[in-house]
């Protein structure tokens, strides 16, 4: 339970009651009632009751004196007693009264209703008369016109018939010259296209061919070098030693030596052949495809 202050809150309380605020000063005198030190006091609860008869709640009004009431006699406050009961039996009486009076209020509003249904039934069959003779007048004129749209529809269709018809045989015309333009244009385009790739491809090839066959002569050319300067180191060096070593006469050293020059000779001769036929770069089988794609 919230603990408040009950000075404070008494004081709002009748702040509110002056003020005819009876909602706020319920519910302030329900809080103070919630107080253990404020629970049996009659007067807070009195005044509680009072504030709810104000605010409009009778019957809660009334649940509440009667409680109060037993309390009173419980504890022999018969005078109190009598002055509440009092209290109980004005307000049923008020309440009996307001019952009866929103009773014949509702009963006076409920007949007003069945008089205006009965006048809005009477207004509703004149307007639905009314409206009924409208529709069939704007039915019988929406047919005549149906009818005279319906003429003007084929009329109008028959002449768009015969103009569609018209432009497109003059289309057709169209499309068949530009059509033939198009073939010539495109059969021109591909003749040049033709001659433009034939000429492509083959100055290619013959810059791969070129290229091919200086890189070719390139290597013999090395390869050669090579030879001739592997022959005269291995022939200057054998001919030392024999010179200096072999007993045979000069003469005859020189003959051999020259034989041997000549022998060696047609042996690199073979080997260089049969070498640059594998250094030769085979040409790949697709460059020509590949130079057309």
């Not at 006699?73 to 009866?100: D, P, T």
């Not at 009773?103 to 509703?124: M, T, V």
């Not at 050293?253 to 060696?264: G, V």
């Amino acid at each position: 339970m919230e603990k408040i202050s009950i000075p404070k809150t008494l004081r709002e309380a009748r702040k509110a009651v002056s003020a005819q605020n009876y909602v706020e000063a319920a519910m302030l005198y329900t809080s103070l009632m919630a107080q253990e030190e404020m629970a049996d006091n009659f007067d807070i609860q009195i005044r509680h009751a009072f504030c709810v008869e104000k605010a409009g709640n009778k019957t809660q009004a009334i649940t509440l004196y009667n409680g109060i009431l037993i309390k009173y006699r419980e504890i022999g406050e018969f005078g109190a007693a009598n002055s509440v009961e009092k209290s109980i039996k004005e307000l049923e009486h008020a309440l009996k009264e307001e019952r009866a009076a929103a009773k014949a209020e509702a009963e006076r509003i409920e007949l007003e209703k069945e008089n205006a249904r009965i006048e809005a039934e009477k207004a509703k069959a004149e307007k639905a008369r009314i409206a009924k003779a409208e529709i069939e007048r704007i039915k019988a004129e929406k047919e005549k016109a149906r009818i005279e749209a319906e003429k003007a529809k084929a009329e109008k269709a028959r002449i768009a018939k015969a103009e569609i018809e018209r432009l497109r045989q003059e289309k057709e015309l169209e499309e068949k010259i530009r059509f033939e333009k198009e073939i010539e244009e495109m059969r021109r385009e591909e003749e040049r296209l033709q001659k433009q790739l034939k000429k492509e491809v083959q100055d290619a090839l013959m810059q791969e061919e070129m290229a091919r066959t200086q890189r070719i002569m390139q290597m013999k050319a090395e390869a050669e070098k090579a030879r001739l300067d592997r022959l005269k180191e291995k022939k200057s060096k054998e001919f030392t030693i024999k010179v200096f070593d072999d007993p045979e006469p000069a003469n005859k050293k020189s003959k051999n030596l020259a034989q041997e020059l000549t022998d060696e000779d047609e042996d690199e001769e073979k080997w260089n052949i049969l070498d640059l036929s594998d250094v030769e770069e085979e040409e790949p089988e697709d460059s020509k495809e590949q130079w057309l794609g």
